[in-house]
C-alpha cells in the first residue's frame, strides 16, 4: 500500500536523499522546505505520515509538530522528527511536542526506511502489509483473511 509522507526538510540535499528513499520503496514523498509551505501542503493533501527537520529557517520544527497536535484533523498524524541535536533534554522536548520518533542526522536510508515502517505498524496498523497476530487472532492485510487459532473464519472482509 502506498503511503504519502509529507517531508519538511529545508536542506536541498537532505531533502532529495529522503525523496529519492521514499519513492525508492513505493512511498509518495510531498517535500517541502518550510514550516510554512508544510502548513498549505496540509490544508490540502493530509498525508499519512511527517517526516520533520528540526531547524527549519522561520517556524521550528517543534513548532510545527505542537501545530499538528493542537489541530483535529491533524492530532494523530504519526511525526517522526529529523534532528541533528542528540541531547536528551531536545528528544524529550521533540516527545513533549508530539513526535512518535527520532531519526538523527547524518541517518542510513535503510533506517529511515525501517524507522517510517516501525511508525506506520505502531500507528496506523491498516496501513501495513504485515500480518497481525495477537492472541489466537491472526489478521493478514494484504488477503483480507482472519484466523483465530489457525483456522479461517472470513474468506474476505
Ligand atoms: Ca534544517
Not at 528540526?54 to 521550528?60: I, K, N, Y
Not at 511536542?97 to 538523527?104: L, S
Not at 483473511?145 to 483456522?151: A, G, I, K, L, S
Request: charged share 30%; net charge neutral; proline share 6%.
Amino acid at each position: 500500500m502506498s503511503v504519502t509522507i509529507l517531508v519538511v526538510e529545508d536542506e536541498p540535499a537532505i531533502q532529495e536523499l529522503i525523496s529519492y528513499n521514499l519513492k525508492k520503496n513505493g512511498h509518495v514523498p510531498l517535500c517541502v522546505y518550510d514550516a510554512e509551505q508544510a502548513i498549505i501542503m496540509v490544508n490540502n493533501v493530509l498525508p499519512d505520515l511527517v517526516l520533520l527537520d528540526w531547524m527549519l529557517p522561520s517556524m521550528s520544527g517543534i513548532e510545527f509538530a505542537r501545530r499538528l497536535r493542537r489541530e483535529t484533523r491533524t492530532k494523530s498524524l504519526p511525526i517522526i522528527m529529523l534532528t541533528a541535536r542528540i541531547e536528551e533534554q531536545d528528544k524529550i522536548l521533540g516527545l513533549d511536542a508530539g513526535a512518535d520518533d527520532y531519526i538523527t542526522k547524518p541517518f542510513s536510508p535503510r533506517e529511515l526506511i525501517a524507522r517510517i515502517k516501525a511508525v506506520l505498524r505502531r500507528r496506523l496498523p491498516e496501513m501495513s502489509d504485515e500480518i497481525i497476530e495477537l492472541g489466537g487472532l491472526k489478521l493478514d492485510p494484504t488477503t483480507h483473511r482472519v484466523f483465530v487459532y489457525r483456522v479461517l473464519i472470513n474468506k474476505r472482509l
